[in-house]
């Protein structure tokens, strides 16, 4: 087994968003020569941490394949006082990975008292933000604009592995190193990319609601709401999206969702129908309390879809009940609508729900 140990000096942004003191958290990454742990070889295993008033890298190095059970001992040994692990789709590859060769050498290790950051899952969920080809960690880092020296893929380093498994040669080594290397000094450049999930989260303040006119195009007079308001952590590039109904957009620490108002007639459904009659030539429905004094030749029992009364006024969209009550052009419509008052304009907690709704289901 070859070790290395080495210190970097790197500004980073956004720890706090990884939950803990960077005392508390390593981060990690593995190499292997494929992704079945049963029939392929691990051969790298890198960390970072913060120590000393510095961050730091070390990396436990397979030099032949025999020493993989070293490798993995000395690394479970090592991240054993830390409260974190941090990783890129650890989840989903490293962690499972290394359970199954910790099985197949008889170690008794697990990752169950470690609490599990992977920055991956974190950056899917915002994936309709982002507007990414793929969710690769170097798509993210060209993202970001993160520069690398590295231009190998894990794939074309099994090659690299091979070869040097032969001939022992230090430039394939330094090779290897240097992807692990900047795979996990990368993971701590990516963290602004996490930045992005508060937004779903509801971790921002609104500070203003305002109903305004506007023109289209095609010269259509509406109105839209907008609502502002100041994001928690700062993120890295704008990022926008939405549909004709609803649309965000989010830059440094501001954010702005712009709803489109319904300005017209609506209806409000009687969840009690067997309760009312319907009067067709008025297009509503009255309670049987007062329909003795209409004639029975123009009312009729109201069923579920046309037992409703109707409203004019200006109405919100919303993807959940929200705010009640709550309006619908036809009954079995999945949107519904609420009367944009004083009473919502003036309750800042009822607009954050609001929010916090439509963005999560936007996104």
Request: include cysteine; hydrophobic fraction near 35%.
């Amino acid at each position: 087994m070859i070790t290395t140990d080495d210190k970097f000096d790197l500004e980073i942004s956004d720890l706090e968003l990884l939950g803990g003191p960077k005392e508390d958290i390593v981060f990690f990454d593995i190499e292997t020569t494929g992704f079945s742990a049963r029939s392929t070889a691990l051969y790298l295993i890198g960390v970072v941490y913060y120590k000393n008033n510095t961050w730091n890298i070390s990396q436990w190095f397979c030099e032949e394949p025999q020493s993989e059970a070293i490798v993995l001992a000395s690394f479970f040994e090592f991240i054993q006082p830390y409260k974190t692990i941090v990783h890129f789709n650890g989840e989903g590859f490293d962690m499972p990975y290394l359970i199954s060769k910790f099985a197949k050498y008889n170690l008794p290790y697990s990752f169950i008292n470690f609490r599990s950051f992977d920055i991956f899952k974190h950056t899917r969920k915002v994936h309709k933000l982002l507007k990414l080809e793929n969710y690769k960690q170097k798509t993210i880092e060209q993202y970001l604009g993160i520069e690398r020296t590295d231009k190998f893929s894990g794939g074309e380093l099994i090659n690299v592995y091979n070869k040097y498994l032969i001939t022992k040669d230090d430039e394939s080594l330094h090779v290897l190193l240097l992807h692990n290397k900047e795979d996990i000094i990368g993971m701590l450049q990516l963290l602004p990319v996490l930045s992005y999930s508060p937004i779903k989260e509801g971790k921002y303040t609104i500070n203003s609601i305002e109903t305004n006119t506007v023109t289209d195009f095609n010269g259509v007079i509406s109105k839209e709401t907008i609502f502002t308001g100041t994001l928690d952590t700062s993120i890295p590039k704008r990022v926008s999206f939405g549909n004709d109904t609803f649309y965000l957009t989010a830059f440094n620490n501001s954010l702005k969702l712009r709803v489109k108002v319904y300005t017209g007639e609506l209806k409000y459904f009687y969840s009690n129908y067997k309760d009312y009659y319907y009067l067709p030539a008025e297009d509503t429905s009255i309670h049987k309390s007062i329909a003795f004094y209409v004639d029975k030749n123009y009312r009729m029992k109201a069923k579920a879809a046309n037992c409703y009364s109707k409203k004019t006024g200006m109405f919100l969209p919303q993807f959940h009940e929200i705010v009640n009550p709550y309006f619908k052009i036809d009954y079995n419509d999945k949107l519904t609508y609420f009367e944009l008052e004083e009473s919502f304009i003036e309750n800042n907690n009822l607009q954050k729900s609001y929010m916090i709704d439509i963005i999560n289901n936007l996104l």
